[in-house]
């Protein structure tokens, strides 16, 4: 499956949700690094990279590297940061 052969309507708004969960990320990130927050972010961000692979396959990081080129901002690893506060 190629990218080009997808609803340009559909990409165009996978990249502007993956805009908004990223700079939500960074935001959040930059108040509390090791908060609940930034981790709910983290958390939202990894659901929709993960649909997008689920759906696109391998032409899911050229909608990653959209967002990355759009925001120039870095998408953070998935794994907790030690010392993260959970709340259960």
Same mark, same amino acid.
């Given at each position: 499956? @190629?990218l080009?052969?997808?609803n340009a309507?559909?990409?165009?708004?996978?990249v502007?949700?993956?805009?908004?969960?990223l700079k939500?990320f960074? #935001?959040? #990130?930059?108040?509390?690094p090791?908060g !609940?927050?930034t981790e709910?972010?983290?958390?939202?961000?990894k659901?929709? $990279?993960?649909?997008l @692979?689920?759906?696109? $396959?391998d032409?899911?990081?050229? %909608?990653?590297? $959209?967002v990355?080129?759009?925001? @120039?901002? %870095?998408? =953070?690893?998935?794994e !907790? =940061?030690?010392?993260?506060s @959970?709340?259960?």
């Amino acid at each position: 499956m @190629h990218l080009a052969l997808q609803n340009a309507e559909t990409i165009s708004r996978l990249v502007e949700q993956g805009e908004l969960l990223l700079k939500t990320f960074h #935001s959040e #990130s930059e108040k509390d690094p090791a908060g !609940v927050e930034t981790e709910f972010a983290r958390g939202e961000l990894k659901g929709w $990279r993960s649909t997008l @692979h689920t759906l696109y $396959r391998d032409c899911a990081e050229d %909608i990653v590297n $959209r967002v990355i080129t759009r925001t @120039h901002l %870095i998408i =953070p690893n998935s794994e !907790v =940061p030690v010392g993260a506060s @959970h709340a259960y």
